[in-house]
């Protein structure tokens, strides 16, 4: 089946493009936003050649298309073009009800951080060989090729606050260009110059107005477009229509921006900070409860597609702390997720043709750092490999966080990426990968037979 009447088949089978509230995709998901769930015929889907499984988490339901997920995209947008810009606003619940507040923000987050994930991962890989080069003596800190690779993988990082301008500006159905100039805002010289000069704040009136550095802040942008999104409409509804196009833009800085620097935005920078130091303090208190606990959970948040919201948490880390400790656990579970179906294709590779060429095809994108193909079309379908991912992503994770291993930058947990966590603590990746893939694959191993029970063939 080709791109083109897969993504006709789903759009079809999940109720047609009138049933559809709003579409977009991650790396490996087709996910859409359905007025009626019911509607959807999950397993028909489910049983379309080029589909692992559908997903219905934070009221989304999810299709799992694998890596071809962008040419499948495509081609549903073709077929339903008015699903280019997002879709409608409205947030469904399967009966038709508003969601839970918590599922709101979950989902929130997850709309506003996808969008902005091609720039993060092709950054993250070249940052990830930039550390590469850098630790084999391939290059030095400083010349020109480190000045260009530095620019070309850390630029979407230090300017993420508009990459979630555009984002959150879709989500909140609001003017792009307005969400970019309260980036702009909070990217301004003059605030940059006084963090840079240790200044702690100005006054204008009654207002004071701290100086912080929000690059590569995540919360602030979001908070501010959503206060945009309110007041720039607002004033769409109520200037004139003759002077509509000139006041709404002058009404709207007028009065958001003082509010975005004095409140919105140093809140939401003091929120970030307070769940970064929030994770290291539970990570510092009993490091290996809390690595296991995260390394163990990770693959089930990639299941739920909550890991994309969780990115949040990593990406505040490193703004506050300079590197992420919650990078380093997830990258270790990551090889964990990859080991699993490594695991099972060697059990399986003389007795079931088709699952071991999915297993084999599945490690290799995992250890790459795609673990989705490995987790819904193998993973799941093995009690055995479920129970191995968790005690050795858990098992991973633990040994990461006693030795206090970090990333020092947003990467794809990769083999290509490992050198971006080379330096302090790199002792817990250097134990912590071989012993979660260790585990994972001894596991499996030792509940052979279920694996050859589960998948149909005689032990």
């Known amino acids: 089946m080709d791109n083109k009447e897969l993504a006709l088949n789903v759009l079809t089978l999940v109720g047609g493009e009138k049933n559809v509230a709003s579409a977009t995709h991650c790396v490996t998901r087709l996910r859409f936003v359905l007025k009626n769930e019911d509607l959807a015929d999950t397993a028909a889907i489910e049983a379309l050649d080029g589909v692992m499984s559908v997903r219905r988490e934070g009221g989304q339901y999810q299709v799992v298309v694998g890596t071809k997920v962008n040419k499948v995209f495509r081609e549903v947008l073709a077929l339903a073009p008015a699903l280019e810009d997002g879709g409608e606003t409205k947030t469904f619940a399967p009966d038709g009800e508003k ?43 400083g010349t020109p090729w480190w000045t260009l690779l530095d620019i070309m993988s850390n630029s979407m990082f230090y300017f993420y606050p508009f990459l979630l301008a555009v984002a959150a500006a879709d989500r909140f159905k609001t003017n792009r260009f307005m969400a970019l100039t309260m980036a702009g805002v909070m990217m301004a010289k003059p605030l940059l110059d006084g963090v840079a000069a240790g200044t702690e704040s100005f006054s204008v009136g009654f207002l004071t107005i701290p100086y912080l550095d929000y690059s590569s802040s995540v919360i602030p942008i979001i908070l501010n477009v959503w206060l945009l999104s309110y007041v720039y409409r607002f004033f769409e509804d109520h200037v004139p229509e003759i002077v509509n196009v000139i006041l709404t833009p002058v009404f709207t800085l007028i009065v958001v921006v003082p509010i975005e620097l004095a409140f919105i935005a140093p809140i939401g920078y003091r929120i970030g900070e307070l769940l970064a130091m929030g994770v290291q303090w539970l990570l510092d208190f009993s490091p ?83 673990t989705e193909p490995g987790l819904y079309g193998v993973i799941v379908k093995f009690k055995a490999a479920i129970i191995a991912v968790t005690i050795g992503s858990g098992v991973g994770g633990a040994i990461a966080a006693i030795f206090g291993a970090r990333t ?52």
Do not use: C
């Open 99 to 141: 969601k839970g507040v918590m599922s709101r923000v979950l989902e929130t987050l997850s709309a506003i951080l996808l969008p902005t994930l091609p720039p993060i991962i092709g950054g993250g890989m070249l940052k990830g060989f930039l550390y590469m080069f850098w630790s084999f003596g391939m290059i030095e800190m």
């Open 288 to 370: 290996v409860v809390a690595g296991f606990v995260v390394g163990a959970l990770r693959p089930f948040t990639v299941f739920t597609g909550t890991h994309h919201a969780l990115r949040a948490v990593s990406a505040q880390q490193l703004a506050t702390y300079g590197y992420s400790t919650i990078g380093a656990i997830n990258f270790v579970s990551t090889m964990s997720q990859a080991a699993a179906p490594l695991a099972i294709y060697l059990i399986l590779r003389s007795v079931d043709e088709k699952m071991a060429k999915i297993s084999l095809s599945a490690t290799v994108s995992g250890f790459l750092g795609v």
């Open 408 to 459: 020092f930058g947003i990467v794809m947990p990769s083999l290509v990426t490992i050198p971006a966590l080379i330096g302090e603590g790199f002792m817990g990746v250097v134990i912590g990968i071989p012993a979660s893939i260790i585990v994972t694959i001894a596991i499996i191993l030792v509940m052979r037979k279920s694996v050859l029970k589960e998948s149909g063939v005689n032990a």
